[in-house]
């Protein structure tokens, strides 16, 4: 039977992250180095803007079979013909995503407190985000550090894909998936490093000796 979430390593982009370089450029570099899910989140842009930037993303990661996540716009992710979209507690109700997008092949819900897990939001969400692992300057609005020790706990309470997100990087990610997780999303290490698609390549090695440790 094929792994419904078979995605390891997921990178998160908007332009503003990649320090005056083409974000698409960025991406598809992080893809060759190992990245195989991709979202693209642009809180502050116009819609029309934000569109473009998806279909142009879009455009690229076709090309490598790698799947588009839109973060809560859902016109902007039918629109461009993504894979998925991705939303938090306080964003469009996934209730509402299905009602009206029949096709998403991976709805996504950040989890930022225990008690989500028990909402009908999360019941209809297809895996979830836990955020943040360690807080991080990019997300300013905190509610739980999750650590390892709440990734544990969320394991033992679903069967659903956990996406960790929060100051991940090649240091801990091995440590991170033994906790539990099954994809780790990352921002800063990736977007912001010299070489992404070396630093998505360590990442990814840290992935793949976690999960087939070598004996």
């Not at 998925?84 to 930022?112: M, N, Q």
């Not at 679903?158 to 240091?171: C, N, V």
């Not at 630093?199 to 840290?206: K, L, N, V, W």
Request: net charge negative.
């Amino acid at each position: 039977m094929a792994d419904p979430f078979p995605y390891r390593l997921y990178l998160v982009i908007s332009e503003a992250d990649c320090s005056g370089r083409d974000f698409v450029e960025v991406a598809e570099q992080a893809v060759q180095g190992g990245v195989d899910l991709v979202q693209l989140r642009e809180k502050h842009a116009a819609p029309d803007e934000f569109l473009h930037k998806a279909e142009r993303l879009q455009t690229m990661l076709q090309s490598y079979d790698v799947p588009l996540i839109i973060n809560d716009n859902l016109d902007v992710a039918m629109q461009s013909g993504a894979f998925g979209i991705h939303v938090g507690r306080s964003d469009i109700a996934p209730a509402h995503i299905r009602s009206v997008w029949a096709d998403c092949g991976s709805l996504g819900y950040s989890i930022e407190h225990l008690d989500q897990l028990e909402t009908q939001d999360a019941e209809l969400s297809d895996c979830f985000g836990i955020s943040p692992v360690f807080k991080t300057p990019t997300k300013t609005d905190t509610i739980t550090e999750w650590g390892l020790d709440g990734i544990r706990t969320i394991r033992q309470r679903t069967d659903k894909p956990l996406i960790a997100i929060g100051r991940i990087s090649a240091d801990n990610a091995a440590d991170v998936i033994r906790a539990g997780a099954d994809c780790l999303a990352v921002v800063s290490a990736i977007c912001q490093a010299p070489d992404p698609k070396q630093a998505a390549r360590q990442i990814r090695g840290q992935i793949d000796q976690a999960l087939h440790p070598v004996r």
